[in-house]
């Protein structure tokens, strides 16, 4: 099967050249040149998608780990991606795919993707590792056909889209987590990410919320150099008026990687902070990421502080939701779209010491899944 296929979202322009509207980078692509996520290439004056049907890596992964925590709870999902991005992130955990600039992998066609999925028993897709606006074409046509096989579809994006984007996206897409970085600080982006401004970010979001796409906010929190608490506050303040009080939030720790060897992990302490902030500024499902064991893994009920998941990394250890996502102690509604996967054994669950994380260092016996 060939991997060279005509892009959609395009526009010719004079002298063979194109520009590419799949990202806001808006690349003016010469005749016989590369666009910055170095798979979309223009060939004779046609924009070709390098990696339509060439898939770099594939897993099965908990839907929590994307982080969607808030759409289909305790679902698994066929994790795919291809080579090459449209940032150049230099702290990115993924810089053997994104910043690959050869096109590589193996070969599989929108269905044989679907048939996989299905085959390891996932209840959806999710085109992340990478970001997947740059091979949108190929997520359309794998999305189309997992719709009709009663699979959904997820994104894990930097946002970066366009109004082209986001009109294919509502033609397949669920959900998306949208991940900020460095709390969307100008200075930030554009010294660390090679983005001029996240204002596109903003836009997209609204054009997804506007085509009904369930959306969830991480934050990548940079300790030393993407960590204000000022822009966390105004990042938060815009959600908050633009998508509402429900809509929820991750503050990610960050690792050492790629470029950024010499930044430390970002201290707990200071996503306690962006969460507080979170909270200050009236969003009710704030959450910390990468730090498992943490009480801000949890969801609890916004009215009466009632647990309701409790969490250890991407496991679901507890649930005590009835059977229309509402509190059981004050029947609170809470905005969750589906329920507890019914595949996902609640039976299995035995008790074990945990050693938590940094100062939840005692150790306890929680309720885990067990393997």
Not at 215 to 227: H, W, Y
Not at 272 to 293: D, M, Q, S, T
Request: include cysteine; glycine fraction near 6%; charged fraction near 25%.
């Amino acid at each position: 099967m060939s991997i060279l296929k005509e892009a959609v979202l395009y526009k010719p322009v004079d002298n063979n050249a194109v520009i590419c509207t799949a990202c806001a980078r808006y690349c003016r692509i010469p005749k016989n040149s590369i666009g910055f996520c170095g798979v979309r290439w223009n060939i004779d004056g046609k924009l070709q998608l390098m990696v339509y049907g060439k898939i770099i890596t594939a897993h099965i992964d908990p839907i929590e780990k994307k982080p969607l925590v808030h759409y289909m709870p305790g679902s698994m999902v066929f994790s795919i991606a291809t080579t090459g991005c449209n940032w150049a992130c230099m702290y990115c955990q993924n810089y053997d795919i994104s910043q690959r600039r050869i096109v590589e992998g193996f070969e599989a066609s929108p269905e044989m993707i679907v048939k996989l999925a299905k085959g390891y028993g996932a209840h959806g897709l999710s085109y992340t590792y990478n970001e997947p606006t740059i091979f949108i074409e190929f997520a359309h046509d794998v999305g189309i056909l997992a719709r009709k096989e009663g699979l959904f579809s997820t994104f894990v994006t930097n946002g970066y889209h366009t109004p082209e984007a986001d009109a294919m996206l509502s033609k397949f897409l669920d959900a998306a987590t949208v991940d900020f970085k460095g709390n969307a600080d100008v200075k930030f982006l554009r010294r660390y990410v090679t983005i001029p401004d996240p204002e596109p970010i903003f836009q997209s979001i609204l054009e997804m919320k506007r085509y009904g796409i369930h959306i969830e906010i991480t934050d990548l929190v940079v300790p030393e150099i993407g960590d204000d608490l000022n822009q966390a506050r105004k990042l938060v303040r815009w959600i908050y008026d633009n998508l509402g009080p429900d809509v929820p939030i991750h503050f990610l720790r960050f690792h050492p990687d790629y470029k950024l060897m010499n930044i430390p992990w970002t201290p707990i302490e200071t996503l306690e902070k962006h969460w507080k902030v979170a909270k200050e500024e009236g969003l009710r499902f704030a959450y910390i990421g990468n730090v498992p064991g943490h009480p801000l893994e949890n969801t609890y009920c916004p009215e009466c502080g009632t647990l309701l998941i409790r969490r250890y990394g991407f496991d679901i250890l507890e649930w005590n939701l009835d059977n229309q996502n509402r509190c059981k102690k004050c029947g609170a509604k809470i905005p969750i779209i589906g329920q507890l996967n019914p595949s996902y054994d609640q039976d299995r669950f035995i008790y074990v010491p945990i050693h938590r994380y940094a100062k939840y260092s005692r150790t306890e016996s929680i309720k885990i899944v067990k393997n």
